[in-house]
């Protein structure tokens, strides 16, 4: 099956006043059509970086693709104008992001807001061209047509009294359920891909709960493909089939969820898992990782992790290792397994 | 093992304003009726999601907030009313540690001196001799000799927390309480913290009120844990307890809502409705509405005590009757 989304080699830099900071540095993702594939990694590892450049949200100047490419379903995304990029972000996509409350407008009805995104996909979106060209009479219909489907939406994101709830502002709602009304409005367009950054980071336990659940509910019932970033591997461990780790700009180890957990091979993946507080560790038996995160403008050469790796070797800290398959569907990019396995 | 701290009947009203005068019409309960005793040596872990009044209980004990009625206990003493003089120097015993790093140091000052601050306040310490002390503390916490004269806004999260954690060590404090000292940074960073955490106890004796949302922090860090729910504690128990057997609903939903790193787990997932809510039914369970459990006639009616249901756990749940009769009057 052809690959929907391709990001091969992307190296993303960013100019500040102190020098370049280079952000990404060869970063390969692929997923397929109905994949829920988790992007783990911690503050500054460029997890965000790496979603936001398949809708070209990054700031150019001070951001700069240099190297790489990246394909949507067969479609070069960086060559595009800005205008196809508009009605192609539209028709494929759809994003949340982590924090409700700044994402809706505090001055607008959820009605004003929900409608306002079905409309827009139904005009800039393929699906539908022009459709409401030369038929200014019937803006009232198409506006009650985006209500009726703007409530569907909400039932669907599982906000219960749409009907009635969609006269209300942003304040009336809680967190869980903004994220929702959010949810609902990347849905608006039907989208290929679903890009989910952080969606629950800024909620409560059951809330967070509450929301995964309806994330997994929506791949089910729509296939929807997801792409879900997020620093907490226990989310990714609930809701994911394949995950991606990424440290300081490049994706590090990718592979099926279980087979993750059971038998991580990259050491940053190992001790990232060890830092997690788990069922069985008892006092003083949590492991950190020494050290922090590197400087982006000035990264360590090699392996940007073997400063602070346990096992690092002299070819670390010269050569960036590449990704080698270590099992079925498992790779790693780590000089600790030889080629040829 | 003698009782630290002690908190009888906390209760913490905000008050709600409104109408054509601005007069006081309602009162917000941010923190109702809660009691908790604290061992020296021990940690106690106080969880519950936003809104729920752990942070409040927290200020309460400083005397940052005060209380609207209920006893704060010291080390024997009722510091809930003592004045201004007895209470700075109450405050070398009790610390803080805040969630957010960035936030809780002054970004105008360099490390030297935000260390050396509290040295000058209780202890008249200056010149050569706060900064000795103050390198002897920065050592123990992990920072280095250079980070002296530097500014909070040239570290790194984690760093920073140091520096707060530092800070709160520099009195010789023997009580400090935590609130959500790790929530705002990435884990492989905040299992540094913990373990320095865990091992300033082991140095310095040190007792803990544990703050936070997270539970798999708090089993982790605290031998004792607190659920708050709306301002209310619905459960107290050892931590091994409160994880293999939770009793209350609520406990045992927030319970099956850790995201624990582990696909094969396979569990029971309750998923609890809607959210938190102020606006309960007035007289009975505030967890009524979202309940997934049996329901009891008196759970809209009558608002469940906090009670032994079993050895040292006490459980606010009508399914869970207490063990005697004789111990309903006065929860331990």
Redesign the interface.
């Known amino acids: 099956m052809a690959d929907l989304l391709n990001i091969e080699d992307l190296h993303l830099e960013f100019h500040t006043y102190d020098g370049v900071a280079k952000v990404l540095a060869g970063v390969d993702l692929k997923m397929q059509r109905g994949d829920v594939l988790g992007l783990v990694g911690e503050t500054g590892c460029g997890k965000s970086m790496t979603a936001l450049s398949v809708p070209r949200l990054i700031p150019m100047p001070p951001g700069k693709i240099t190297e790489g490419r990246v394909t949507f379903d067969g479609e070069d995304i960086l060559s595009k104008s800005e205008s196809e990029m508009e009605s192609f972000r539209a028709s494929h996509l759809g994003m949340i992001f982590q924090d409700p409350v700044t994402n809706l407008n505090p001055l607008f009805t959820i009605r004003e807001q929900l409608v306002d995104a079905v409309l827009y996909q139904q005009a800039r979106g393929q699906r539908v061209p022009g459709r409401w060209k030369g038929f200014l009479p019937s803006v009232r219909q198409l506006r009650s047509e985006a209500q009726e489907r703007a409530v569907e939406l909400m039932r669907l994101t599982g906000i219960p009294d749409g009907d009635k709830r969609i006269f209300e502002y942003p304040h009336q709602f809680s967190g869980g359920m903004r994220q929702r009304v959010l949810i609902a409005m990347a849905l608006a367009g039907d989208p290929d891909l679903l890009i989910a950054d952080e969606p629950t980071t800024a909620l409560d336990v059951t809330i967070q709960a509450q929301i995964l659940r309806l994330i997994r509910s929506l791949v089910k019932q729509l296939g929807l493909t997801v792409l879900l970033i997020t620093h907490n591997l226990g989310v990714v461990a609930r809701s994911c089939e394949r995950v991606a780790v990424m440290y300081s700009g490049r994706v590090v180890e990718e592979s099926p969820v279980r087979e993750l957990f059971k038998n991580p091979k990259h050491p940053y993946t190992r001790g990232l898992i060890n830092a997690v507080p788990q069922k069985d560790v008892s006092r003083g038996g949590l492991i950190g990782i020494p050290g922090m995160i590197p400087n982006l403008i000035n990264p360590p050469a090699g392996c940007r992790f073997h400063p602070r790796c346990e096992q690092a070797m002299e070819i670390c800290r010269r050569q960036v290792p590449a990704a080698i398959a270590v099992g079925a569907e498992h790779k790693a990019s780590c000089f600790l397994y030889p080629e040829d396995a | 093992m003698s009782r630290l701290l002690e908190i009888n009947h906390l209760k913490k009203y905000f008050p709600i304003r409104g109408g054509l005068l601005n007069r006081q019409v309602a009162d917000f309960r941010a923190v109702d009726d809660v009691s908790f005793t604290l061992q020296e040596g021990k940690t106690l872990g106080l969880v519950g999601?936003?809104g729920s009044g752990k942070t409040t209980i927290g200020k309460c004990i400083l005397r940052l907030l005060e209380p609207t009625s209920g006893q704060i206990l010291y080390d024997g003493q009722d510091i809930t009313h003592i004045k201004a003089r007895e209470l700075r120097r109450l405050r070398s015993e009790i610390q803080m540690i805040y969630q957010a790093p960035a936030a809780s140091l002054n970004g105008r000052m360099t490390v030297g001196q935000i260390i050396g601050e509290p040295l000058w306040i209780h202890e008249k310490l200056r010149g050569d001799d706060a900064r000795d002390r103050v390198l002897e503390l920065m050592t123990v916490v992990g920072l280095k000799e250079e980070h002296y004269y530097r500014y909070p806004h040239e570290f790194?999260?984690?760093?920073q927390q140091r520096i707060g954690i530092a800070r709160a060590l520099a009195v010789q404090p023997r009580l400090i309480v935590l609130d959500e000292p790790t929530s705002a940074l990435?884990?492989?960073?905040?299992?540094?913290i913990?373990?320095l955490l865990?091992d300033l106890q082991d140095q310095f004796d040190l007792t803990y009120l544990f703050i936070s949302?997270?539970?798999?922090?708090v089993?982790?860090?605290c031998d004792e844990v607190a659920l708050l729910y709306l301002g209310k504690i619905v459960e107290v128990a050892k931590t091994e307890v409160i994880?293999e057997e939770p009793k209350h609903p609520y406990t045992q939903?927030?319970i099956?809502?850790?995201?624990?790193?582990?696909?094969?787990?396979q569990r029971e997932?309750i998923?609890?409705r809607g959210?938190?809510s102020h606006t309960f039914p007035q007289g009975g369970c505030p967890f009524a509405p979202r309940c997934h459990a049996e329901k009891l006639a008196s759970c809209d009616s009558v608002l469940p005590p906090l009670l032994e249901a079993d050895q040292g756990h006490l459980v606010a749940c009508h399914l869970h009757p207490a063990l005697s009769a004789s111990s309903a009057s006065e929860p331990a």
């Open positions: 999601e936003s790194s999260g984690g760093q990435d884990v492989s960073v905040q299992a540094q913990l373990n865990q949302h997270d539970l798999g922090v089993r982790y860090m994880f939903a927030l099956s809502a850790i995201p624990e790193p582990d696909p094969d787990l997932e998923i609890i959210d938190l």
